[in-house]
């Protein structure tokens, strides 16, 4: 059974970045994986996907800013987040098929 742990989270400025991490417990290259994150109040919300083939599709709300990639070994899932703003403010989780993180929290804040 794949289990997925995040890290990467943390606090930062309005136009920093952050790169998170999903290490997963098995390999990931033939399976879909995805970033979703949740603010206090609101829907888990969808906000890139890596599909099996290796293509990438992101929401409206990210495209252009974050970038979602694997590690060549297939175990670990990247969000490289850039030009973050306040509302990023986010508890940030993977999901490999069936399977999620823990999550881990960003805070974008001057």
């Known amino acids: 059974q794949v289990h997925l742990v995040e890290s990467g989270g943390g606090s930062v400025q309005p136009g920093g970045s952050l790169r998170l991490s999903c290490t997963s417990s098995g390999s990931i290259i033939s399976k879909l994986s995805a970033w979703y994150r949740q603010s206090p109040g609101k829907e888990r919300e969808f906000l890139a996907r890596?599909?099996?083939?290796?293509?990438?599709d992101y929401s409206d709300s990210v495209q252009g800013r974050f970038s979602v990639s694997r590690n060549r070994a297939g175990n670990t899932l990247y969000l490289q987040m850039n030009n973050l703003k306040p509302d990023d403010t986010a508890v940030y989780y993977c999901?490999?098929?069936?399977?999620w993180g823990q999550g881990t929290q960003v805070t974008v804040s001057s």
């Open positions: 890596l599909l099996p083939s290796g293509g990438a």
């Open positions: 999901r490999v098929d069936n399977k």
